[in-house]
T-cell receptor, first 109, second 114 residues
């Protein structure tokens, strides 16, 4: 079976750091994606991890532990424009993406 | 056009009517997808196509059909719309080569079935 879990909503302060967690249970795992989706807009790609460890890309970093079925997205120096939903998705053995329900991140000044 | 486009942007439809949502990409991606997104739920795959001429069923295919006559176009048809098909529909495409399957999304179609 396949199941993706991530928190429904998180709140953080402008300028701070926030970590959004994602756990997955997938047969035939082929990688973990993070997407950003602003309200009323389409999802846009943020990161992809297939090997264990941390991938850093500017203010955003993504971490993967395959043995634990766990990933997180780390956002540093939060800006108001980072207010969005963050979607975790894993790629199954057929190279299809299985999506979590998304984490709504609210940034307060 | 650049990227992936969808039409219409939004639509209100009477139950029982037939409706086709259009999706076109100019990136020469071989794979295309249709998702629906409902509040509190993740993106759910309706149908997909890994290459022109082939299609496959996703997680929630009932009530929907697709065709892939060429690389660029991937229309989604609701043969007889029902209120439970009220949703935001996203079309996406990807290269589907090697190990990475980064998907690029269209702007979405907001469909209301009354």
């Amino acid at each position: 079976g396949q199941n993706i879990d991530q928190p429904t909503e998180m709140t953080a302060t402008e300028g701070a750091i926030v970590q959004i967690n994602c756990t997955y249970q997938t047969s035939g795992f082929n990688g973990l994606f993070w997407y950003q989706q602003h309200a009323g807009e389409a999802p846009t790609f943020l990161s992809y991890n297939v090997l264990d460890g941390l991938e850093e890309k500017g203010r955003f970093s993504s971490f993967l532990s395959r043995s634990k079925g766990y990933s997180y997205l780390l956002l540093k120096e939060l800006q108001m424009k980072d207010s969005a939903s963050y979607l975790c998705a894993d790629m199954d053995s057929n190279y299809q993406l299985i999506w979590g329900a998304g984490t709504k991140l609210i940034i307060k000044p | 056009i650049a990227g992936i486009t969808q039409a219409p942007t939004s639509q209100i439809l009477a139950a029982g009517r037939r409706m086709t949502l259009r999706c076109t990409q100019d990136m020469r991606h071989n794979a295309m997808y249709w998702y629906r997104q409902d509040l509190g739920l993740g993106l759910r795959l309706i149908h997909y196509s890994n290459t022109a001429g082939t299609t496959g069923k996703g997680e929630v295919p009932d009530g929907y059909s697709v065709s892939r006559a060429n690389t660029d176009d991937f229309p989604l048809t609701l043969a007889s719309a029902v209120p439970s098909q009220t949703s935001v529909y996203f079309c996406a495409s990807s290269v589907l080569a090697g190990d990475v399957n980064e998907q690029f999304f269209g702007p979405g179609t907001r469909l209301t079935v009354l």
